[in-house]
């Protein structure tokens, strides 16, 4: 016979309890002034979710070694791994810790116009949004200092937290109500966060503030990401592309990269006088 939800409510509240989130600030708060604290769930283990990544990533560098798109343009690869080798360094502004990472940087053949940083600093530009986003050495930067600030604020993890949480809340209402199969598979949800999950607005925002930081401190001009996000509207059609759905409106965006741009534009010209 089955529990009625009314007699489950004392389970799930003790099942909440059990797992109870941990308040975690990951990196300084920077010239930016992020310093949002993050939720996350002893669920997910944060180290085992990093390997997880490096092994993700190891997957789809062979993958596009095999199809023959990877660092198949020598001029292009040897371009974004300069700009990264500059931008890697700053990231001791936020978390001296991410400057001994593993590093890897690479460039996938690809017409998509993407980019991406897994936990743990691994590095992937496609080829697309250099080619047809014609851009310059700052607006790479934007991309791949944006990029970068979403591995040291660790926003995969949060994301995992978040589902693996939901999933576990699903799990005891089915064992509660009685269903039979009710699993929680956190690996499942950790790879979700890495690559099914999309980022929250808070999260895009964070990673556009420390992305500007990051850039500014290795003297490229933190203003580039204003005329990059301008590039990205025209090729979407005035709207945005499908990697950046869930991102903020390209207005409150603008808006926001203007000021945050302009916050650490001392650092921009302390790091080009050097």
């Known amino acids: 016979m089955g529990i009625s939800f009314r007699r489950a409510a004392p389970i799930l509240a003790a099942s909440a309890i059990a797992v109870a989130c941990a308040t975690v600030q990951t990196t300084a708060p920077g010239t930016v002034g992020v310093d949002r604290k993050q939720t996350v769930s002893p669920l997910v283990n944060r180290d085992s979710l990093t390997k997880q990544a490096s092994l993700q990533y190891r997957q789809v560098v062979t993958t596009a070694e095999k199809k023959n798109a990877l660092n198949v343009d020598r ?28 590093w890897e940087v690479n460039v996938l053949a690809s017409k998509e116009v993407n980019a991406w ?81 999309p980022n929250s607005r808070e999260q895009e925002t964070e990673a556009d503030r420390i992305g500007v930081e990051l850039a500014a401190r290795a003297g490229f001009d933190p203003r580039a990401a204003i005329s990059l996000w301008d590039k990205m509207g025209r090729i979407s059609g005035g709207g945005q592309p499908q990697w950046l759905s869930t991102h903020p409106s390209q207005a409150s965006r603008q808006k926001d990269l203007a000021l945050y741009s302009a916050k650490v534009m001392p650092l921009y010209e302390q790091a080009k006088a050097r």
């Open 75 to 102: 001029q292009q690869t040897e371009r974004v791994r300069k700009i990264s080798s500059r931008l890697i360094p700053t990231v001791a502004a936020f978390r001296p810790d991410a400057v001994g990472w593993n």
């Open 117 to 197: 940083c897994m936990p743990g600093g691994k590095i992937a530009v496609y080829s697309g949004l250099i080619d047809q986003l014609k851009i310059t050495d700052d607006e790479l930067a934007a991309v791949i200092g944006h990029e970068i600030a979403h591995a040291l604020r660790e926003h995969a993890w949060e994301r995992a937290s978040q589902a693996a949480n939901a999933q576990l809340g699903l799990t005891v209402i089915g064992i509660a109500l009685g269903a039979s199969g009710a699993t929680m598979d956190v690996a499942g949800m950790a790879y979700q966060a890495m690559f099914g999950l």
